[in-house]
Nanobody
Framework: QVQLVESGGGLVQAGASLRLSCAAS????????MGWFRQAPGKEREFVAA????????YYADSVKGRFTISRDNAKSTVYLQMNSLKPEDTAVYYC???????????????WGQGTQVTVSS
C-alpha cells in the first residue's frame, strides 16, 4: 500500500517562502511520477506541479510557474515543493500525489496524501 505523508505547511505572510515535503513508502519510489495538487476553500482541486520518475522532467500550473519548484530525492523517497513569493491566493490544502506516469500525475494520480494546510496572509 502506497503511503504519502506531507509536511511543511503553515501560516506565512505574503512574499514569504515555504518548502513542503512528502515522504513516500510502500513501493519503489524512483520509477514513478510525483506531484502536488491543491484545493482552496470553495474551489475544486487543481494541479500545481509534477516531476517524472524517468528523467525528472517538471511541469507546472501557469499560476505557480516561476515561483514554485518541484524536486525529488530518490534516496530519501521524498518529493519537495519549494514555494517562493507566496500570495494570498496560494492559500489551500496541498496534496502530494503519486502516479504511474507524468501524464497521470498531472490529471488523475492513483495515490494521494492527506494534505497539509498552507495559509498566506496579506
Amino acid at each position: 500500500q502506497v503511503q504519502l505523508v506531507e509536511s511543511g505547511g503553515g501560516l506565512v505572510q505574503a512574499g514569504a517562502s515555504l518548502r513542503l515535503s512528502c515522504a513516500a513508502s510502500g513501493r519503489t519510489f524512483s520509477p514513478y511520477a510525483m506531484g502536488w495538487f491543491r484545493q482552496a476553500p470553495g474551489k475544486e482541486r487543481e494541479f500545481v506541479a509534477a516531476i517524472s520518475g524517468s528523467d525528472e522532467s517538471t511541469y507546472y500550473a501557469d499560476s505557480v510557474k516561476g515561483r514554485f519548484t518541484i524536486s525529488r530525492d530518490n534516496a530519501k523517497s521524498t518529493v519537495y515543493l519549494q514555494m517562493n513569493s507566496l500570495k494570498p491566493e496560494d492559500t489551500a490544502v496541498y496534496y502530494c500525489v503519486s502516479a504511474w506516469n507524468i501524464i497521470r500525475a498531472t490529471r488523475s494520480p492513483e495515490y494521494w496524501g492527506q494534505g497539509t494546510q498552507v495559509t498566506v496572509s496579506s
